[in-house]
């Protein structure tokens, strides 16, 4: 089966979804009116409160809510085959995501830019808002663990990835300092902006290939820690910023980046046709993935359904969303009627961001598919199913080549012998960052003289126990090493690089593309993080404005850096600590229960203020199918995942906060629910006797 068709329905249906049912809701059951007075006219402060052009924020907007969700959600879920993670984005964006992005953003707007745990606890009480407000800040710390798990994995050892999107930053700040300090916020000055940032943009990625070959290039191979450590700077400069310094422009610049990129990749999918390697539907099992009678190990654990839902996460529907439409972009709306097109818009654009992920993904073999997006032990000497060496006296041809970091992959100290590591496992990560001297010294075939790490052979796979088919010609063409590059990213950068190159001419640039698909995608995740951080940023400040004034005041810089710290500090604890295996269910299961507490609130706005108490089925059909799967997702997560984490002392730590973490969400939600549904039945009955 090819792509195009798919491509063709889903863009006819969020076309139609648009033009009819947004109209629908914006006119009827929210009724926008551009008399109204927003918070940015209200409010206006030239620090958070700041009127914005409609297509400014749309930008903004798009880039806040569309981080790694759209993209690896859709391609993490692709183990379990091409019709079900197909068929739930294209439903759940136009009859959940886009629904629930719309209600919340105007609620904010009405309600002078307030936070949904504010929100909540005007509508449904003093009780509900304080359970939503601690349940809400741990989902904002795991829904930016999750995001930064991604780029983390994608940019390690990555020397053109991370001078490209290093780049990003000066040229949004320039960008904001020009629009708003040279040219005084014109249009003009956006446009002039705007040109010259992107092409800086794009000539960073031509360049990144000459830095990466350059001494430079060897500095810029940073470790997955310092490149955490990196992640949780930027977002801490971002949050405490003026939002037209750093967060808006950059938001912006990124965003022509990705609509433009989606736009050409949608165009190279009609064009190119691919066929969709991946089966309509796969086996399922214990940890394992059948496809065409061959077994890999699973990319994420869990059956069909729920897991389904919940790793697609942000791709259909996502609770995230609700944190920026009462965060950042109420904050800045001009007028209502920009609500529609952000709110609905920006939406329906990040579903056709994981439809077109899902089909550059599924385009690849499946064994590729499995090879870059797990990461299995290997034996350091062969057994049955492989290993790195042959037997334990080949280890001895090591000795005289082993680096200081092979000696720590292999857990050796200074001076003992590599045939000490006989009976150890490592995982395929490690084995391929092993320097090219010490491959070759194993008959490996690496080039001992290169400064890159090499991608090795077909034949190097088989000797090692890892199926692969077009992988050892990817990884050349790439000049990276590809296998092992778990989180979704890696993949998902191949896949939109084969349809690239297959676009007349390109056949050769399937490196330059590879690179410019990790930009893309990093781009997307940084954007998130930034936001996402200003967001907890404020949601904390809220919280501790109930004990002190001052900390409560967002424009009070010490406030704003403490609380800026504590959410920086928290999400970056998970990624030090944790695996995209284990961050990113959690981060699927706090994403759609907090999804479902604001599609809960949204309800009651509806039933309270809307014309009709049935235009409250508009979010309560949502929210009674993500309730569902993902409180069952949570209860068997909890089961199946991380309290037996807690049993094994290698992994007792982080079982204990996942479990505490999962635990206290899930009873959150919970009692948010039932607590919504009592006001309800009050409203109804109100309105009946009225």
Same mark, same amino acid.
């Given at each position: 089966?090819?792509?195009?068709?798919?491509?063709?329905?889903?863009?006819?249906?969020?076309?139609?979804?648009?033009?009819?049912?947004?109209?629908?809701?914006?006119?009827?059951?929210?009724?926008?009116?551009?008399?109204?007075?927003?918070?940015?006219?209200?409010?206006?402060?030239?620090?958070?409160?700041?009127?914005?052009?409609?297509?400014?924020?749309?930008?903004?907007?798009?880039?806040?809510?569309?981080?790694?969700?759209?993209?690896?959600?859709?391609?993490?879920?692709?183990?379990?085959?091409?019709?079900?993670?197909?068929?739930?984005?294209?439903?759940?964006?136009?009859?959940?995501?886009?629904?629930?992005?719309?209600?919340?953003?105007?609620?904010?707007?009405?309600?002078?830019?307030?936070?949904?745990?504010?929100?909540?606890?005007?509508?449904?009480?003093?009780?509900?808002?304080?359970?939503?407000?601690?349940?809400?800040?741990?989902?904002?710390?795991?829904?930016?663990?999750?995001?930064?798990?991604?780029?983390?994995?994608?940019?390690?050892?990555?020397?053109?990835?991370?001078?490209?999107?290093?780049?990003?930053?000066?040229?949004?700040?320039?960008?904001?300092?020009?629009?708003?300090?040279?040219?005084?916020?014109?249009?003009?000055?956006?446009?002039?902006?705007?040109?010259?940032?992107?092409?800086?943009?794009?000539?960073?990625?031509?360049?990144?290939?000459?830095?990466?070959?350059?001494?430079?290039?060897?500095?810029?191979?940073?470790?997955?820690?310092?490149?955490?450590?990196?992640?949780?700077?930027?977002?801490?400069?971002?949050?405490?910023?003026?939002?037209?310094?750093?967060?808006?422009?950059?938001?912006?610049?990124?965003?022509?980046?990705?609509?433009?990129?989606?736009?050409?990749?949608?165009?190279?999918?009609?064009?190119?046709?691919?066929?969709?390697?991946?089966?309509?539907?796969?086996?399922?099992?214990?940890?394992?993935?059948?496809?065409?009678?061959?077994?890999?190990?699973?990319?994420?654990?869990?059956?069909?359904?729920?897991?389904?839902?919940?790793?697609?996460?942000?791709?259909?529907?996502?609770?995230?969303?609700?944190?920026?439409?009462?965060?950042?972009?109420?904050?800045?709306?001009?007028?209502?009627?920009?609500?529609?097109?952000?709110?609905?818009?920006?939406?329906?654009?990040?579903?056709?961001?994981?439809?077109?992920?899902?089909?550059?993904?599924?385009?690849?073999?499946?064994?590729?598919?499995?090879?870059?997006?797990?990461?299995?032990?290997?034996?350091?000497?062969?057994?049955?199913?492989?290993?790195? %060496?042959?037997?334990? !006296? =080949? +280890?001895?041809? /090591?000795?005289?080549?082993? $680096?200081?970091?092979?000696?720590? @992959?292999?857990? *050796?100290?200074?001076?003992?012998?590599?045939?000490?590591?006989?009976?150890?496992?490592?995982?395929?990560?490690?084995?391929?960052?092993?320097?090219?001297?010490?491959?070759?010294?194993?008959?490996?075939?690496?080039?001992?003289?290169?400064?890159?790490?090499?991608?090795?052979?077909?034949?190097?796979?088989?000797?090692?126990?890892?199926?692969?088919?077009?992988?050892?010609?990817?990884?050349?063409?790439?000049?990276?090493?590809?296998?092992?590059?778990?989180?979704?990213?890696?993949?998902?950068?191949?896949?939109?690089?084969?349809?690239?190159?297959?676009?007349?001419?390109?056949?050769?640039?399937?490196?330059?593309?590879?690179?410019? %698909?990790?930009?893309? !995608? =990093? +781009?997307?995740? /940084?954007?998130?993080?930034? $936001?996402?951080?200003?967001?907890? @940023?404020?949601? *904390?400040?809220?919280?501790?404005?109930?004990?002190?004034?001052?900390?409560?005041?967002?424009?009070?810089?010490?406030?704003?850096?403490?609380?800026?710290?504590?959410?920086?500090?928290?999400?970056?604890?998970?990624?030090?600590?944790?695996?995209?295996?284990?961050?990113?269910?959690?981060?699927?299961?706090?994403?759609?229960?907090?999804?479902?507490?604001?599609?809960?609130?949204?309800?009651?706005?509806?039933?309270?203020?809307?014309?009709?108490?049935?235009?409250?089925?508009?979010?309560?059909?949502?929210?009674?199918?993500?309730?569902?799967?993902?409180?069952?997702?949570?209860?068997?997560?909890?089961?199946?995942?991380?309290?037996?984490?807690?049993?094994?002392? =290698?992994?007792?730590?982080?079982?204990?906060?996942? $479990?505490?973490?999962?635990?206290?969400?899930?009873?959150?939600?919970?009692?948010?629910?039932?607590?919504?549904?009592?006001?309800?039945?009050?409203?109804?009955?109100?309105?009946?006797?009225?």
């Amino acid at each position: 089966m090819h792509a195009l068709w798919f491509m063709i329905l889903a863009l006819a249906v969020l076309a139609i979804a648009y033009r009819y049912y947004s109209a629908f809701l914006a006119a009827k059951v929210l009724a926008l009116d551009d008399a109204r007075r927003t918070p940015a006219h209200e409010r206006n402060d030239g620090q958070n409160y700041h009127p914005t052009s409609r297509w400014v924020l749309f930008g903004h907007h798009f880039a806040a809510i569309t981080g790694a969700g759209p993209l690896v959600g859709p391609v993490l879920a692709a183990q379990f085959g091409f019709l079900p993670g197909y068929s739930w984005i294209l439903i759940g964006v136009v009859l959940g995501g886009a629904v629930h992005d719309l209600v919340m953003l105007t609620a904010s707007v009405r309600r002078g830019g307030r936070s949904l745990a504010e929100i909540a606890r005007d509508e449904l009480g003093p009780g509900v808002g304080a359970v939503a407000g601690v349940a809400i800040l741990f989902i904002v710390v795991i829904a930016l663990a999750g995001l930064g798990r991604v780029v983390v994995g994608a940019l390690a050892e990555s020397a053109w990835g991370v001078f490209t999107i290093g780049a990003s930053i000066p040229i949004a700040l320039a960008m904001g300092l020009f629009i708003y300090k040279v040219r005084g916020g014109s249009s003009q000055g956006v446009r002039e902006a705007t040109a010259v940032g992107v092409l800086l943009l794009l000539l960073c990625v031509v360049f990144g290939k000459q830095v990466q070959d350059s001494s430079l290039g060897q500095l810029l191979q940073l470790s997955e820690t310092t490149i955490t450590l990196l992640i949780a700077a930027y977002g801490f400069v971002a949050s405490v910023l003026p939002v037209w310094m750093l967060l808006c422009p950059r938001d912006y610049l990124s965003s022509y980046m990705k609509i433009g990129t989606i736009a050409l990749l949608v165009l190279g999918i009609v064009l190119v046709n691919p066929v969709i390697e991946m089966p309509l539907v796969n086996a399922v099992g214990a940890g394992t993935i059948a496809v065409d009678g061959e077994v890999f190990p699973a990319v994420v654990r869990g059956s069909l359904f729920p897991f389904v839902f919940i790793t697609i996460a942000c791709g259909a529907i996502s609770g995230f969303h609700a944190l920026i439409a009462s965060g950042t972009t109420p904050k800045m709306i001009d007028k209502e009627s920009d609500i529609r097109p952000i709110g609905y818009g920006a939406m329906l654009m990040e579903g056709l961001v994981g439809i077109t992920a899902l089909l550059a993904a599924t385009a690849l073999p499946p064994a590729d598919y499995f090879a870059i997006n797990t990461d299995p032990k290997i034996a350091v000497v062969a057994d049955a199913k492989g290993g790195l %060496a042959p037997s334990r !006296e =080949a +280890l001895a041809a /090591l000795d005289p080549v082993m $680096t200081a970091d092979d000696r720590r @992959r292999l857990g *050796l100290a200074e001076g003992q012998s590599a045939t000490t590591a006989a009976d150890k496992t490592l995982k395929l990560s490690e084995v391929l960052r092993l320097s090219n001297g010490s491959l070759a010294a194993l008959g490996y075939h690496a080039d001992p003289g290169s400064v890159h790490a090499s991608e090795l052979s077909a034949a190097d796979f088989k000797r090692l126990g890892v199926k692969v088919e077009d992988l050892p010609t990817l990884a050349e063409a790439t000049d990276e090493v590809i296998a092992a590059r778990t989180g979704g990213a890696v993949s998902l950068a191949v896949g939109m690089a084969r349809v690239f190159s297959g676009l007349p001419g390109m056949r050769t640039l399937l490196d330059y593309w590879y690179h410019f %698909a990790i930009m893309f !995608e =990093a +781009l997307f995740i /940084l954007t998130t993080i930034d $936001t996402g951080t200003r967001v907890g @940023r404020f949601l *904390l400040q809220e919280f501790l404005g109930r004990f002190s004034r001052k900390l409560g005041d967002p424009s009070w810089v010490p406030g704003a850096v403490l609380s800026s710290l504590v959410i920086v500090a928290g999400w970056s604890y998970f990624i030090l600590t944790g695996s995209i295996a284990t961050i990113w269910p959690m981060f699927g299961i706090a994403n759609q229960l907090l999804a479902s507490v604001a599609l809960a609130v949204g309800t009651t706005i509806v039933l309270k203020e809307g014309r009709r108490p049935a235009y409250a089925w508009v979010t309560l059909g949502p929210l009674l199918f993500v309730g569902t799967t993902t409180l069952t997702a949570g209860f068997r997560s909890l089961a199946e995942v991380y309290v037996p984490m807690t049993r094994d002392p =290698a992994t007792a730590t982080m079982g204990v906060v996942n $479990t505490a973490v999962t635990g206290t969400l899930l009873a959150c939600v919970l009692a948010i629910v039932a607590m919504s549904a009592r006001k309800w039945r009050e409203i109804l009955h109100a309105r009946a006797v009225a």
